[in-house]
């Protein structure tokens, strides 16, 4: 599913215009973007839980010459489901 037939589809069950989703779904990415870009993480209680992941620095090796190089520290968002939406995917 991609975001215009996700839209279509938030529409249909909410029974709102697909413009008015697409701004619903803009909001709530951008709120999310932006609470993880300040470290924090957003909470869905039986969906699920965004959050940022460190990494540390490591070294590592290039898989064309095997010569061993520096990786920098990095963050990562991560998203962790929660055990609603796990029980239901398994069902």
């Given amino acids: 599913m991609n975001k215009t037939e996700l839209i279509a589809a938030m529409a249909d069950q909410a029974g709102l215009s697909k413009k008015d989703t697409e701004k619903a779904l803009k909001a709530f990415t951008d709120v999310v973007a932006e609470e993880l870009r300040r470290d924090g993480k957003v909470q869905l209680v039986g969906f699920g839980t965004f959050e940022v992941s460190s990494r540390a620095a490591r070294e590592g090796r290039n898989p064309?010459?095997?010569?061993?190089?520096?990786?920098?520290?990095?963050?990562?968002?991560?998203?962790?489901?929660?055990?609603?939406?796990?029980?239901?995917v398994n069902e």
């Fill in 64 to 88: 064309r010459s095997g010569e061993v190089m520096k990786i920098a520290a990095s963050k990562a968002p991560k998203f962790k489901a929660g055990k609603a939406l796990r029980d239901m």
